[in-house]
């Protein structure tokens, strides 16, 4: 059961409303990595988690997040409100303009609906956390874009407070992956074919326009790692059972 | 630029045509967490990266993906085909019957078209990579479970196969990142306010229904963590600047 | 800012998990009548909101909406549970099963990503409130046919609760509205042009395939209102500054 | 069956083309309480309809919204032709110039598809009736909106014969509504819970960073009303059948 | 300006309701060939249109698919009646059941709202007159799909009509185009590059699972036709301006 | 199976970055009848072709489109990298800046994302060759509007290239369906109905508004075709079976 307390989790204040940068902040708001898509993300893994502990860690954080959205919200809120009445600042963002009387709703800059389709749940909850470590991420490096383009000292602060929480947020969900003592790889129940698991496939060869090279990293060289070159024109020779059996090789021209 | 050839990665042979299966099958086709979304992430991830290295493996297992769209794509042909003239297989999938005499086409199995939205592209290679280690392990799981409801050896056979590379990918986008030697929770260039990335915020709390308790865990205990209870309803001691600054706290009811 | 306490707002039990009926039930959850679209539509409404005393109205409808997501939810996920390894469970709702592992996400019946095309807000308030008391209708007519899907007496209760509260909301947004002492049918500040609002044009004519008149009743005579006969076919003899001023009406055939 | 007439409904003409006021007319072509909107919201309701007056009700205005469709597409074509060949125009609304040569398209001021997601269809006749009252509402607030964006006199005239027409309706579907006869809040025929209905869940409390109060009204007490304080941590005394027996309540922190 | 007369086009009789049969009609109701999507598409290339004799044309046709939408609104209608009360036909279309008790909307057979991204306008008539040509002869397969799926002697007199007309349809719009007489494949004004139009580019090779062949037919040999066997692994000699000039050709591996 | 060149097939060289262009570009990379559409389209219809050699040509086709949205890709990224850190290139797109970091991804240029909706793919061949011929028509036209719209000279020269691909392509498919030989206006197996196929229903009637005609040309006069005018009007004479018969035409008004 949610309650709701008037205040918000961090008090905005902001100088000149700026209506093209309220239009930016929507994508925190509505938009495929900001607020309601994490709310529900995490609060939806935890109504399905059946790992109680875990669960109430899904629940702790996707309560923030909701928080957060008020947050970020109003700050769109006071920034986009002059598309109300000044034709200029309406064409910023016709839609909030004109469907909406200068008020937010669940659309990111350019004015696309929120869908769940943002969303990453799979009731698998090692996967799900993984899932959840990288939109924490995602959301980190959106705040950081938008503080870089605003000079406005009070919504700087605001969304320092927000960026900076989503750094925790990685961490602890960071923290419940690995306190879950899972191997790194293992995903599920079945294990994956041994051998064709350490086979680099190198299906993007040559030099590119600007030099671009057909690198090797620790990707695909070094430890268990066998390159296979361009597996599009080789007869393979990988162990893997059931493997197309082909006859002599495709000459290519 | 790309060239095919005709051949499958992993030629595929099934015994009797399961329309309900094949319909199962397009969530690996034109679903979420499908190849095509592998794909297309990775591939325009790699146009936009300026690392010449880590794009090189983002247009390699781009490439695979795309090759993995194919082989899912024949399988799910295969098993939908009698959709085109049987009834009873039409319902398993009217849109792919109907619309698509049989064919198959890029949507999941309750028939949405793909879309963009699953994607999750930022420009900021360790954050993508991160995003891709979480949809290689989506699929996995994906993989896993479509095994478990067909009995027809070829096509596990094919599925044991594509699922396999996921975990491939996992390990290699895993080395990319590491390779990077960024602190594990430092993304992009603005710091996280010191003391409040350690503050754990207990938004839920209480005991559920079935006994779900308020947990403690290595997400919010040990280390530097620092425990807010209930934020919502106290007034902050932290040393965060800016922070609303309430009066008596208000009573609840 | 939100507080999340892990009890229901509704205690929820069930006999036998009923895979079909839990699909249908997604309709309250993810669908376009649905406990999200409520919530967010309320809540959104609050926050925009200049007028104090209704703001929090629409908050707190807001808020006890969220907790209805979370009790239809619950709900939904018991029903379907089995979808997770289960074939003909999961036939019930494919992508419930084979992406979510069983779990709920924010999808309709037929699998459908919630969107923010749901959302009715104007920013305008009294018109918001009369897109919230029809919104309430619709949620309790769906309420009720899930109703007559099921015997299950716990999932009855539930539902029964929750289709009484949208009852208790629209009596609640139209107090509100009715507060506002606005007349009936004036809408924003630029009045309709006098004269003009009375016309009906009646635009389909003849009688139906199954008897369907060209009917009269309150919406069309009496009053004030004046009927013109298929505006396609007549010169129009309103008062209507600006109208089309035809020469010979165009003969039909 | 249709048919038409060349002539338009409100023939117009407007002075110098203004692509930005273009695009923002398109809200009412394409957008989510534009003019396709209504024609079909009303149409559909009309097919489905099994009462034979207000069936005729439905097709008739159903009918008038095509035709309004047709005048206000007609006017955002003259305002969007420069986006053709002129390239600050073209940035107005790139999508009308690039992909559709400066002719009109159901698309909203920002790009967005038309989605029958926009319309509020139930089968249930007064519940569909409501939901017109409040359609009308909206899009007449909107074409408000329009005319104070524009200081073309012969596009206010147009605008206002089609602001006008939507109190014509927002009366007529009032009328429709009332002559059936129903209880106020009589939806389907399952009654809510006795002494629920009247339970108002104070579910947001305190005093907000602006001020904002926990407010009382005629939604929440005279009458019937019963406040239920901050339901989450209640016990709650009201006689609903099954609600959660909860044990002492949870202290907050 | 349209008017409507109550009859339908083509009076429609069913025998038993068939929900599963009126769910697949849906396709050509709300679906991506349907009746909406053609009678959208003309009509508004209509409202587009500059050519005043082919602009009649395209609103000829425009409003008779609205009247083919009625047909098979109305069909559909009858088909899906039973899904209001009946839990077994509610199970073919849970949307319609549910959320619509038993009355069509604008979904197709999946239950996907109707988007306006199933349009093809590009505002350039000869354009999209070819776009109008192949959709009516999708629009006639998708019906004959259907006709293969019923029975009832009713429904299949009805979809024979529609079908039919599509290729009525298909006829006058490519009389329409002939008559403009533009060469056949002149589109715009910018005239393609010389040579370059006639080389073929043979990207895909080799010999597939099924034994697909690299073939050779009329769109890659005889005529014009300048053969180019993948450009991939080709120093293209070609006298194309500005193409790559590359230093030896890549190995391959 | 796909390999990868590192070389685009056309190697583009840009002057000045022009980020209102980079937005418009985005139409031939993530819109409606761009590249990857027409990769898609092509690709999957290829994937479904039982026809072997045309099935070639839908996979040589569908592959060299994939290549051109490198292509277009590249250049686009090139036009859009200054909106990753300035504020008025951001605010040509802002989706692109902030939340990709200047870099492209799958949308238009109103920031909707791809969809499969865009689709035209029937598993009928030549009704799909039908769909690519309009689909190349489209492109082409789509490509000569940004050629208007830019003055780089390397951005132009790309442009030139991918535009005369679009009509070779449409050289090709239309030599392959006339290579099938079927008769013009056969399409699937269901003949339509004799004599019904040559009725031009005159839906609409009169004059415009601007003098528009109801015209006459070879799409309803002359060969087999006969005129039926208004037929929402008129006792219909035609021989179709089961057409409705109306007792005394319904007077208009």
Redesign the interface.
């Known amino acids: 059961?949610?309650?709701?307390?008037?205040?918000?989790?961090?008090?905005?204040h902001i100088g000149r409303p700026d209506p093209?940068f309220g239009?930016?902040l929507l994508?925190q708001f509505?938009?495929?990595?900001g607020e309601?898509a994490a709310a529900?993300q995490y609060s939806?893994?935890g109504?399905?988690c059946d790992d109680?502990?875990?669960?109430?860690?899904l629940?702790?954080i996707?309560?923030?997040e909701?928080?957060h959205l008020?947050v970020v919200?109003?700050l769109a809120?006071m920034h986009l409100k002059p598309t109300?009445?000044n034709?200029d600042a309406?064409?910023?963002?016709?839609?909030i303009?004109?469907?909406?009387?200068?008020?937010?709703?669940?659309?990111?800059?350019?004015?696309?609906?929120?869908?769940?389709?943002?969303?990453?749940?799979?009731?698998?909850l090692?996967?799900d956390l993984?899932?959840n470590?990288?939109a924490e991420?995602?959301a980190?490096?959106?705040y950081?874009?938008?503080?870089?383009?605003t000079d406005d000292p009070g919504t700087i602060?605001?969304l320092?407070?927000l960026?900076?929480?989503?750094?925790?947020h990685?961490?602890?969900?960071?923290?419940?992956l690995?306190?879950m003592g899972k191997p790194?790889?293992s995903?599920?129940?079945?294990p994956?074919?041994p051998g064709?698991?350490?086979?680099?496939?190198?299906?993007?060869?040559?030099?590119?326009?600007r030099?671009?090279?057909?690198?090797r990293?620790?990707?695909?060289q070094g430890g268990d790692w066998q390159m296979v070159?361009?597996?599009?024109?080789?007869e393979l020779e990988s162990p893997?059972?059931?493997?197309?059996?082909?006859g002599p090789v495709?000459p290519?021209?």
Request: charged share 25%; hydrophobic share 35%; proline share 4%.
């Open positions: 059961m949610y309650h709701h307390i008037k205040q918000l989790m961090y008090t905005v093209r239009n930016m994508e509505g938009g495929a990595n309601l529900m939806i893994q109504l399905n109680p502990d875990r669960k109430d860690l629940m702790d996707g309560t923030e909701l928080n008020e919200g109003t809120r109300k009445d034709r309406a064409a910023e963002d016709p839609l303009s004109i469907a909406g009387g200068g008020g937010v709703n669940l659309y990111n800059s350019m004015g696309n609906a929120w869908t769940a389709d943002y969303l990453k749940i799979t009731g698998e090692d996967v993984r899932s470590i990288a991420a995602r980190k490096i959106v950081e874009r938008l503080i870089n383009f602060d605001a320092r407070f960026m900076t929480r989503e750094i925790t990685m961490k602890a969900f960071t923290a419940a690995e306190s790194m790889f995903i599920g129940r079945i994956p074919t064709l698991t350490d086979q680099y496939f190198n299906t993007s060869t040559g030099v590119g326009d030099g671009e090279p057909d690198a990293g620790p990707w695909n070159d361009a597996p599009a024109f080789q893997r059972a059931g493997t197309r059996q082909t495709e290519l021209v």
